[in-house]
């Protein structure tokens, strides 16, 4: 790297860290974010009680010392459950959210390389699935193929990747004129090539931010599903299906449906300033007067 | 404009052509194909003329171009679960519902929405303005039906202001029209919720980036007042990326409502369609969802036919 690219770099980096700083919603999210991340996954070595271990005769406990948050109507540990379920609705939530990410990749990148039928044909398509309400059809999925983690993590991509699609699609349409793609044809590069080394990069920054906004919509949709009794089946905590019963025992225990909630918007509220940072960083004309 | 309003018409039919394909190609994905969608507790005779009718002895191409005809003489097909009742049918009874409460909250967000993004961009950079973000952050943020079991909690439990279900109080004293307002005020309001967060940001951004052009400034140069130079500039100007945002909620009104649905018990099509899901009742769902995509394709049109009379630079060739 040369000393000028360094320097650049440098103050790429500085400026990214300042926004940061100051953006008190982003900088409180993101340290959120990952004290959550940090407990989900270490959940194995916590030492916490069996979130699925029955205990009619302690239900709805208060808050202990070996129950940090009480138990629910089954008398299981409120804290193990969340715990759990959070572990469940990230993975879902980043897991879907990287394959909308590639699906629209892919077909933005295909539908802006060769323009004419394909981009046609393709946008269409697009405009078709965009019509179609999305949780109609995560519906009709889960109403055929069940609804396992596997499925629901292929369903909610399935119903999110357009709208990446048509950004990946413009993206390519600005970039494709430029010479540096010229010249990377005149030097022989493979149409493949050109797609994907070239021109999908360019696109780089507007994907990184459609991506950490995406994870919270989905986890939005899982949460919705769950609720109903179509994504994560019990007794598979998820922060959505924990909410199902604790409905029904608003009148006796209302905490039971304040947590599950709260660490949704939490979550959800931290992954969209995080994005909202990332597009203010990375792609300072879509953020403007925002 | 007679060639603008023909293309769009097409364009919007070539969209309803995708939704009817993408549906049949998933069901010929599902296990047993086609045969998915039939009773396996009808008679024989009947489940013979129902295999007919969608051509399951013939060629896949033969099968689609069926599909298709059963869905332009408008046969949605029969319910599997409902005694076979056939689903054109159910979703009639249902629309109606699903409109008050889709139409209700798209005028709670647009009420609300529009005024608050407008009242922060005027005070960009106050508390005002700070406020008005807190509350978009929040909306997009909030799972709505946890805010409805919250609002349940404190409306309907604790104060008892508002009924938690149904869409009147059955009996002799309900059913008036005050009485069905109260009803539909706390599915609304969290329906509108996420939208509301949207048009009110919108709308911000977008005044704020018109009132920066040169034509506000020259209107107020040549002396205007500022209510007049909003009122007639910058307010119009600004409008139109709101509708196209609105275009894309629309969706989200009418379909996105299967939770609140539910949650409220409102008898509506995402109630139904949820019903469908559980119940594993594949024609009633396919029917419900062909149907809410049509409605969605009619309003996306209507959107696009307002678009001319706000912005007249639009080429309509």
């Known amino acids: ?17 300042r926004l940061w700083w100051r953006n008190r919603v982003a900088l409180l999210g993101s340290l959120w974010l990952v004290l959550v991340v940090v407990v989900v996954v270490s959940a194995p070595w916590l030492g916490l009680s069996d979130p699925n271990k029955l205990n009619m005769r302690n239900a709805f406990a208060p808050p202990s010392a070996e129950h940090w948050l009480g138990t629910d109507e089954n008398g299981r540990d409120v804290f193990a459950r969340l715990v759990v379920g959070g572990r469940v609705s990230l993975a879902v939530g980043f897991a879907a959210a990287l394959i909308t990410v590639l699906v629209a990749s892919v077909v933005g990148v295909v539908a ?50 357009m709208g990446v699609a048509r950004l990946v699609r413009s993206e390519v349409l600005r970039y494709k004129q430029m010479e540096f793609i ?62 199902t ?22 979550t959800v509220l931290s992954l969209n300033a995080i994005g909202d940072l990332l597009r203010d960083v990375l792609d300072p004309r879509q953020g403007a007067g925002r | ?39 396996p507790n009808m008679s024989a005779a009947e489940a013979d003329r129902l295999a007919r009718n969608m051509g399951l002895d013939q060629p896949v191409y033969v099968q689609y171009t069926r599909w298709i005809a059963n869905f332009v003489q408008g046969d949605l097909g029969s319910s599997l679960s409902y005694g076979g009742r056939p689903v054109r049918g159910m979703v009639i009874e249902r629309l109606p519902a699903t409109l008050k409460l889709g139409l209700a909250a798209a005028l709670l967000a647009v009420v609300i ?32 039906f946890w805010l409805g079991i919250l609002m349940i909690v404190l409306f309907s439990v604790t104060l008892d202001w508002l009924p938690a279900s149904g869409t009147r109080t059955i009996g002799s004293r309900g059913g008036g029209l005050l ?39 020259t209107a107020r140069s040549k002396g205007l007042g500022g209510g007049q130079v909003e009122r007639r500039h910058v307010l119009k100007n600004a409008l139109i990326p709101v509708v196209t945002v609105f275009g894309v909620a629309l969706p989200r009104l009418l379909g996105g409502s299967a939770v609140v649905e539910t949650l409220y018990s409102w008898p509506g099509l995402g109630q139904l369609a949820v019903d469908a899901a559980l119940r594993r009742d594949t024609p009633l769902i396919l029917g419900v969802t062909v149907f809410v995509s049509l409605m969605v394709i009619l309003c996306n049109l209507l959107v696009d036919l307002v678009y001319p009379l706000l912005d007249p630079r639009i080429d309509y060739a």
């Open chain 1, 112 to 161: 802006g390389y060769y323009g004419g039928v394909v981009d046609q044909v393709v946008m269409r398509a697009t405009d078709g699935f965009m019509a179609i309400p999305t949780f109609f059809l995560l519906l009709i999925i889960v109403a055929i193929w069940g609804s396992s983690p596997t499925v629901l993590v292929l369903a909610l991509a399935l119903t999110r990747w």
């Open chain 1, 182 to 243: 010229t010249a990377a044809e005149a030097v022989g590069n493979t149409r493949f090539r050109l797609m994907f080394k070239h021109l999908l990069p360019q696109a780089a920054p507007s994907l990184i931010v459609a991506t950490s906004l995406q994870v919270g919509v989905v986890m939005l949709v899982e949460a919705g599903l769950s609720f109903l009794g179509l994504g994560i089946l019990p007794p598979l905590a998820s922060w959505g299906n924990m909410l």
């Open chain 1, 1 to 17: 790297m040369t000393a000028a690219a360094a320097r650049q770099d440098n103050r790429f980096w500085r400026k990214a860290l």
């Open chain 2, 113 to 144: 929405g529009v005024p608050l993004g407008i009242l922060a961009a005027r005070h960009q950079n106050t508390f005002i303005d700070q406020l008005a973000g807190v509350v978009a952050s929040l909306g997009l943020a909030m799972p709505n």
């Open chain 1, 245 to 266: 019963s604790a409905q029904h025992y608003m009148w006796i225990a209302p905490r039971l449906a304040v947590y599950p909630g709260l660490m949704i918007l939490l």
């Open chain 2, 179 to 217: 009485d069905q307002l109260e009803h539909l005020i706390m599915p609304a309001v969290v329906l509108a919720t996420a939208t509301l967060a949207e048009m009110t940001r919108y709308t911000r951004s977008a005044w704020l980036e018109v009132v920066r052009q040169d034509f506000v400034r």
């Open chain 2, 1 to 39: 404009m007679q060639r603008y309003l023909l293309s769009r018409l097409l364009s919007s039919l070539v969209v309803l052509l995708v939704v009817v394909t993408a549906t049949f190609v998933m069901i010929q994905f599902a296990p047993g194909g086609l045969s998915i969608l039939m009773n």
